[in-house]
């Protein structure tokens, strides 16, 4: 995104900028709160998602700012609760998923949402090298993320003895593709998180 | 029938058992795989939460290699990847732009051919075809059918029909002489990809589904997704750490349970892979549901 539309996408607000990149209306939703009944992980988040919503229809900017800030948008699992269910049928799912991209881009991550941001980039660092995930390395590049480095240590012994633990990364002929595949489709960031 | 076939990357490690009880199923029901040429990662939910472009061009690459290699059928067994192929999909027959623009990107052509397919609709079509008939040991068991998110949502491009009370699964297991309960957590979120990121989420989400199983008298959990196996197998000791107490219900894959009854060993099945030990209790013949019954008697006569 260039900087000139950055500032209008600024001056417009965050619920056009939303609608503008996945053609989903935040004033579509009336707040009947169905979406927070079904989802599993509304009892954790700091706002629900109907607040989620809430926050970008009132079209202020420190509002906004709050919805980038929380650590709903990074607790969303995309399990489609919400999607399947609202009489609206606003895709909340889609809007989440902005909101974590604009969220990342701006440097706004909350401070709870490292190790699952960690977890991601970790897994992609993974398919970026072989094209392929390669769980022990996507365990091993997370535990340096995040300092976790006993989590899962007697998990460990007991997938190799199953047979289930890869030792070797498998990388597959076409890797340089995918990796041109990333180069390509990489989102920029104002800063770093 | 023959089919592509995309395993994905689970399927090649922690969940390898998903793969093998397919593979070893596939020659009885007449199913052949041909596996996509150079498959890469569908991005699961990393790529999904992070970057929406990246999000479509993984699960395009393969796709397009698919159509590339004359598939026009792809069976996709993990739901979490199945869910990403279709979404892509989806997305890209509705809009030319973005699909050129995806396709300069992996460097490929991509029309949107190739088809994606759940085990349960590839299985569901053998259930049609004759799988009644080669049940050799009908499984004669209490099973909560979980399918979780994937396989039912999101509505327009999930395999199963109904959302809230989806049935697919459990007609398959009908099928093969199980008995599906009615139960209330089929489609609930087992926690998915927190798995390692936020384990104590994963542990309270998966521990309400293995509870909910256990007390309505399930003697096992059918799964149809590498995660939803993970998460309800692996992290059993999570679970019953934060429930406070023990819960032996082992956790099946759809594809062993069905490899069990046509006979095949539960090694050739991966079952010796699970955490939690794959046991059932002994039952006195005549606590033999009736279905079973009538499925031996059915199979008596066709001998």
């Known amino acids: 995104m260039s900087g000139s539309s950055q500032h209008t996408a600024h001056r417009q607000g965050l619920a056009t900028e939303v609608q503008e990149a996945t053609g989903e209306s935040v004033l579509k939703c009336y707040q009947c709160g169905k979406c927070t009944a079904g989802c599993p992980l509304a009892a954790e988040a700091d706002h629900s998602p109907n607040q989620i919503l809430r926050l970008l229809q009132l ?6 700012e709050q919805a980038l800030r929380s650590l709903s948008i990074w607790l ?13 049928e606003v895709d909340l799912p889609r809007i989440m998923e902005y909101l974590r991209q604009e969220s990342l881009r701006r440097g706004l991550v909350h401070p709870k949402a490292k190790d699952i941001l960690a977890f991601h980039e970790s897994f ?7 094209g392929r995930l390669h769980e022990v390395g996507l365990i091993a590049g997370y535990k340096l993320r995040t300092l976790h480095l006993l989590q899962d240590v007697l998990v460990a012994p007991r997938l190799l003895k199953r047979g289930k633990l890869k030792l070797l990364p498998h990388s597959i002929p076409g890797r340089a593709a995918v990796r041109r595949l990333f180069e390509r489709t990489a989102a920029p ?5 | 029938m023959k089919l592509g076939f995309y395993p994905g990357c689970s399927l090649e490690g922690s969940s390898r058992e998903y793969n ?4 070893a199923i596939a020659p009885v029901l007449g199913l052949e795989f041909a596996e996509v040429p150079d498959w890469n990662c569908c991005g699961a939910s990393a790529a999904h939460s992070l970057n929406h472009k990246l999000a479509l061009a993984l699960p395009a690459r393969v796709l397009a290699l698919a159509e590339q290699a004359g598939l026009e059928e792809l069976l996709v067994p993990c739901s979490a990847c199945l869910s990403r192929m279709a979404a892509t999909r989806h997305q890209l027959l509705q809009d030319p732009d973005l699909r050129r623009q995806i396709s300069s990107i992996i460097e490929l052509p991509l029309a949107g051919r190739t088809r994606v397919l759940s085990v349960l609709e590839v299985l569901g079509r053998c259930a049609t075809d004759g799988l ?9 068991r209490k099973v909560a059918c979980y399918y979780g998110c994937y396989l039912t949502r999101p509505t ?14 459990d007609e398959l297991m009908r099928a093969v002489g199980a008995e599906p309960i ?7 979120c087992c926690g998915a990809g927190f798995s390692i990121s936020r384990l104590e989420t994963v542990a309270e989400l998966s521990g309400r589904i293995v509870e909910d199983a256990a007390h309505r008298g399930a003697e096992a959990i059918v799964v149809a997704c590498p995660m939803c196996h993970t998460n309800l197998d692996l992290r059993r000791s999570a679970i019953e750490r934060r429930l406070g107490r023990k819960y032996s219900i082992p956790v099946l894959y759809v594809s062993q349970v069905i490899g069990l009854t046509l006979g095949l060993s539960p090694r050739q099945l991966g079952l010796h892979r699970h955490a939690v030990p794959v046991r059932f209790a002994e039952r006195p013949a005549a606590a033999v549901p009736a279905e079973q019954a009538a499925l031996q008697a059915a199979g008596q006569k066709e001998d």
């Open chain 1, 59 to 64: 079209g202020l900017p420190e509002l906004e």
């Open chain 1, 124 to 130: 992609l660092d993974s398919i970026r090298k072989g």
């Open chain 2, 182 to 188: 009615d139960w209330a957590f089929k489609v609930e």
């Open chain 2, 20 to 23: 093998e009880s397919l593979q």
């Open chain 2, 156 to 169: 327009a491009i999930a395999p199963c029909k109904h959302p809230e009370d989806p049935q697919e699964m």
């Open chain 1, 189 to 193: 960031r104002e800063e770093r998180t």
């Open chain 2, 132 to 140: 009644k008939q080669k049940v050799r040991q009908p499984f004669g």
């Open chain 1, 76 to 88: 969303c699992l995309t399990c489609e609760t919400c999607a399947a269910r609202c009489p609206q």
